[in-house]
């Protein structure tokens, strides 16, 4: 038997970008990674900017990086599901200040947020459903959660098996009970027999 000839170890291509690993103590920079394409890189940056929005005085900074077209930017149904998961967590947290609330509102999150109630992965669906929830203390998003038929799937929402989910549709359905014309959107979709199955349930 002849001697195995070693083969050489190919070099890498020279068209191919190595990988970098980024480590940053700027918020600024995390908004900015917000921008890229990678799931991996969107994914560290909406973590990184959950938990600093988590502290004290941070949503007033972040609001000033004008982080929240960017975040509302990622809640198209092309992105992953985890890039979804940390960027409503993120609008979330940012929803309990009033300018934030409009800023959201006028960028057209609620859509996003209405249509992320259908996700099929539940920390979607609550933190769509919380962020619903608290742009629905504002009257104009109130009406503006009716006119984007988010009765139904709010509804719907009342038979998850989470009772965190649960809970928070009920707060949002309670809140745009307020304006007529969305206790009629209710009294279209059959909420009081929604409501009485909640009732039944153990």
Do not use: W
Request: hydrophobic content about 40%; aromatic content about 4%; overall charge negative.
């Amino acid at each position: 038997m002849g001697k195995k000839v070693k083969k050489e170890a190919e070099p890498p291509p020279k068209d191919v970008f190595d990988p970098l690993a980024i480590e940053s103590k700027k918020a600024e920079t995390a908004v900015l990674m917000l921008q890229s394409p990678e799931e991996e890189i969107l994914t560290k940056a909406c973590d990184a900017l959950y938990k600093f929005a988590q502290k004290d005085d941070v949503r007033k900074l972040m609001r000033k990086l004008d982080i929240i077209p960017s975040l509302i930017a990622r809640l198209v149904p092309e992105e992953e599901v985890v890039v979804h998961e940390f960027a409503t967590l993120c609008l979330a947290h940012m929803a309990t200040d009033y300018s934030n609330k409009a800023k959201i509102f006028e960028l057209n999150g609620l859509e996003h947020l209405i249509r992320l109630l259908g996700s099929p992965d539940p920390d979607v669906k609550k933190n769509s459903v919380e962020c619903i929830y608290l742009l629905a203390q504002d009257f104009q998003s109130r009406s503006a959660v009716c006119e984007n038929n988010a009765v139904p799937p709010l509804l719907e929402l009342l038979k998850s098996d989470y009772p965190v989910i649960q809970q928070l549709s009920l707060k949002a359905l309670c809140s745009i009970s307020c304006e007529a014309e969305c206790r009629l959107a209710l009294k279209e979709n059959q909420a009081m027999d929604h409501l009485l199955k909640i009732l039944e349930a153990k």
